[in-house]
């Protein structure tokens, strides 16, 4: 469990470099056990931040070729998380920077703390949270039961999206990132997409691609999944 933050109903893992005094839910590792992620920065990449408009931050299970796809035909990969399927990549000309985050729980802390550098110089933080539908909580669940994907944002810069509202929140690195910066006093939209398809197919994608295009982040108009085999049955 993690200390609860007073940013909407966000609450983010805690992280030595953040609560000390929240450690004591945190189990003890031997020294053998511990390693520590770090960033893998690809060759002639600098570890200083490039200059940021947006730093965007997508956070989910299978997310991964979505933002490939939809984000980064003109990106420039700066590095890999070690022991993550979490890279983070910049595109120039839009002074956009973007962060493909796998969502895992057991090391969401150590990741932001990795990321700290970057939301520090940027000038605006966006994060988009991936999560399933039956993960959202409402007395009105009709009103969005026929939705594929549906959005609710915290701190939104967009009069159509609705807040969201207790007794929902949203764990990880995408959301910790927003955390600090709302407690930094810098600017953080953080967004939720409740879909039925966390995997995301052309028609789950369609409301995210259009909140993205909305919040003036450049990206293709559609997307089309790799379908890929998936059977191991053999006649």
């Known amino acids: 469990m993690g200390c609860p933050m007073g940013f909407g109903e966000l609450n983010i893992p805690s992280s030595r470099a953040f609560w000390d005094d929240c450690d004591e839910d945190e189990p003890v590792l031997k020294d ?32 991964s070729e979505f933002v490939e796809a939809l984000l980064l035909k003109n990106a420039q990969r700066i590095c890999k998380i070690s022991s993550s399927k979490s890279s983070l990549s910049y595109v120039k000309e839009q002074g956009l920077l973007i ?10 802390g150590e990741v932001t703390e990795l990321l700290l550098p970057y939301a520090k110089e940027a000038e605006m933080v966006i994060t988009l949270t991936v999560k399933s539908k039956i993960e959202y909580q409402s007395e009105n669940l009709q009103n969005v039961r026929d939705d594929i994907t549906f959005l609710r ?10 807040e969201l509202e207790p007794p ?11 955390c600090w910066r709302h407690n930094e006093n810098l600017a953080a939209s953080a967004y939720v997409a409740y879909t039925d398809n966390v995997s ?11 909140l993205l295009q909305d919040l003036g982040i450049s990206c293709n108009d559609t997307y089309k999944p790799v379908y890929r085999e998936t059977s191991h049955l053999y006649m």
């Open 32 to 63: 053998k056990e511990i390693k520590k992620l770090q960033l893998l920065y690809e060759p002639n990449e600098t570890q200083t931040p490039p200059p940021t408009k947006i730093f965007l931050l997508i956070e989910g299970t299978n997310i």
């Open 99 to 108: 962060a493909s985050l796998y969502e895992d729980l057991t090391n969401s």
């Open 168 to 178: 929902n929140f949203v764990v990880g690195v995408a959301p910790g990132i927003a």
């Open 200 to 210: 995301l197919d052309t028609l789950a994608a369609k409301p995210i691609i259009k």
């Open 153 to 162: 944002g915290i701190n939104s810069q967009l009069v159509h999206v609705e």
